[in-house]
């Protein structure tokens, strides 16, 4: 529905006083919006996907973002990178890919008569690493290493990378010839699991109505997306992030959860403490770009799902019955005492 004039609201006297501006909380707020807003004028339909993938980048987490082709996940991470001010690179990840492909190496350069380094795509801010089960277990393992150190090691020295290093992978879940699923020690690394579903019929058409005309997204995101965050500013609120409150009730509302996924029939592998650590800096950083200062147990509901249903695993006559992680998972947050 169009808004009608007399919906508009009127504008102030010339001789108003200026409205103050948001501070603090108020203003992270109205800036994570502001990206959000952004990154949707490029990608429509995805504002959850937006917010979770911006939570892990504040974070310093990395993620999984599982979809089908064609549902925009590169589009996606490169857009969340332009709205933060962030260098971007993609690696394609095929069979044939080595580590050094990922990390960099040293190369003769005939001008100086010595090797010298040729640094990787992973001295970059954002990564999107497509496919990453495409790809052998060594060279998956390669890309792991540098997301946990947060390092790199060429020729026996040690290299440090962006700060603000944050993964995308992404991952087809329905395709399963000639790739490599990642086990679940290296699935434990990733802060969360986010799906890209289908966009809804209205923004589906509009995407088709953008592409019949001939623009594309892809070349608009320099030109039409501007930074709403610096890189120094996204260092600053995780910095601030452990002012978030967290209460003792939250906290053993995690931990109750974690036991419970432990103790499930339906579960032949738990959560570990990691995620439950996962998911408490996941709802600090949630609750601060929400512009609040203290976690709610519904932050916890949103944010288990995404942060640790991918490193449950199931038994085998659930999984045969239908069950998925999710809803295993849904069951054990519908059964634990919420906090007052």
């Keep these: 529905m169009t808004d009608s004039i007399a919906d508009t609201p009127a504008a102030p006297p010339a001789d108003a006083p200026a409205a103050p501006a948001p501070s603090g909380a108020e203003a992270i707020r109205a800036r994570t919006d502001e990206a959000v807003s952004r990154v949707s004028s490029v990608v429509f339909g995805q504002n959850l996907p937006v917010r979770l993938m911006l939570t892990c980048l504040v974070a310093r987490g990395h993620a999984l973002l599982e979809g ?4 925009a996940k590169t589009l996606l991470a490169r857009t969340l990178a332009r709205t933060v001010d962030a260098r971007f690179t993609r690696i394609q990840f095929t069979p044939d890919l080595m580590p050094s492909d990922i990390v960099g190496t040293h190369i003769f350069d005939p001008r100086t008569q010595d090797f010298v380094v040729r640094e990787g795509p992973v001295f970059t801010d954002v990564l999107l690493a497509d496919e990453i089960n495409r790809t052998p277990p060594k060279t998956q393992a390669a890309l792991l290493e540098v997301m946990e150190e947060r390092h790199v090691t060429i020729g026996g020295k040690r290299q440090a990378i962006s700060p603000m290093f944050t993964v995308f ?20 690394r990733f802060m969360m699991k986010i799906r890209v579903p289908y966009p809804a019929a209205e923004a589906e058409e509009r995407v088709l109505r953008r592409y019949s005309t001939g623009e594309s997204a892809h070349e608009s995101v320099e030109t039409a997306v501007e930074p709403v965050f610096t890189p120094t500013e996204l260092g600053e609120l995780l910095g601030a992030v452990g002012t978030i409150h967290l209460d003792d009730g939250i906290l053993k509302y995690v931990q109750q959860v974690l036991a419970a996924s432990r103790d499930s029939e339906h ?10 650590l996962h998911l408490l800096l996941a709802c600090r950083v949630w609750a601060a770009l929400a512009g609040r200062d203290f976690i709610t147990p ?16 199931l038994q085998a006559d659930a999984a045969v019955d239908g069950l998925r992680p999710e809803d295993v998972l849904g069951d054990i947050l519908n059964r634990v005492e919420v906090p007052r």
Excluded: C, W
Excluded at 172 to 188: C, I, K, R, S, V
Excluded at 267 to 276: D, E, H, I, Q, Y
């Design 169 to 188: 992978a992404t991952q087809n879940p329905l395709e399963f010839e000639g790739t490599y699923p990642l086990p679940e020690a290296q699935l434990d």
């Design 267 to 276: 579960l032949v592998l738990g959560a570990g403490t990691r995620s439950g």
């Design 298 to 313: 519904d932050d916890v509901k949103e944010l288990a799902v995404p942060v640790i249903a991918h490193r449950l695993i």
């Design 68 to 71: 089908v082709p064609g549902t």
